[in-house]
T-cell receptor, first 115, second 110 residues
Framework: DTGVSQDPRHKITKRGQNVTFRCDPI?????LYWYRQTLGQGPEFLTY????????KSRLLSDRFSAERPKGSFSTLEIQHTEQGDSAMYLC?????????????FGPGTRLTVL | DAKTTQPPSMDCAEGRAANLPCNHS???????VYWYRQIHSQGPQYIIH???NNETNEMASLIITEDRKSSTLILPHATLRDTAVYYC???????????FGEGTQLTVNP
């Protein structure tokens, strides 16, 4: 247990529905990241927050995806109008705000299945 | 970000050292080498990182070649619980994202 928690751990939804995932980072970590992982592949970066500011977004993050970190603590990732291609593991990570290096601590992930 | 290449799979006998190679020939001077591992159905776990010098912690050792174009992660006494996918990645000192390849599936056999 790294101290990063994600909820829910599993989500099954029908195509076209909206889903929201939550991530609670390690409390003293200012940086929070979202990644997506499909079967047999390494995690792919989606977006990154420093405190409440969303500083970077991947091209993978289409208009149907939105992430927030309203008070610089927990974060939510919402997917609207889900598609079967959205089926994946969604991973959250957090890290301290060091200048030189910062190892990222990952949560257990939320596995999304879109039927 | 520099790309990394790793063998897709490796086997190791329990109790022996596991040496996992990684090629990062296009690494730039301000990029660190990071290693993570992912046990089935869990999130990736940080193992170790380094810039130029060899590094050791309670989990592993990291050997980086002098030209920094490749590195080796060493698990000195592999156990069955070390069976996992091991990812080598590089990241700028000020960069945010980690870029993962497909990693190496290490299987530790009894």
């Amino acid at each position: 247990d790294t101290g990063v928690s994600q909820d829910p751990r599993h989500k099954i939804t029908k195509r076209g529905q909206n889903v929201t995932f939550r991530c609670d980072p390690i409390s003293e970590h200012n940086r929070l990241y979202w990644y997506r992982q499909t079967l047999g592949q390494g995690p792919e970066f989606l977006t990154y927050f420093q405190n409440e500011a969303q500083l970077e977004k991947s091209r993978l993050l289409s208009d149907r995806f939105s992430a927030e970190r309203p008070k610089g603590s927990f974060s939510t990732l919402e997917i609207q109008h889900t598609e079967q291609g959205d089926s994946a593991m969604y991973l959250c990570a957090s890290s301290p705000d060091r200048v030189i290096y910062n190892e990222q601590f990952f949560g257990p992930g939320t596995r999304l299945t879109v039927l | 970000d520099a790309k990394t290449t790793q063998p897709p799979s490796m086997d190791c006998a329990e109790g022996r050292a596991a040496n996992l190679p990684c090629n990062h020939s296009t690494i730039s001077g301000n990029e660190y080498v990071y290693w993570y591992r992912q046990i089935h159905s869990q999130g990736p776990q940080y193992i170790i990182h380094g810039l130029k010098n060899n590094e050791t912690n309670e989990m592993a050792s990291l050997i980086i070649t002098e030209d920094r174009k490749s590195s080796t992660l060493i698990l000195p006494h592999a156990t069955l619980r070390d069976t996992a996918v091991y990812y080598c990645t590089v990241k700028e000192t000020s960069g945010s994202r980690l870029t993962f390849g497909e990693g190496t599936q290490l299987t530790v056999n009894p």
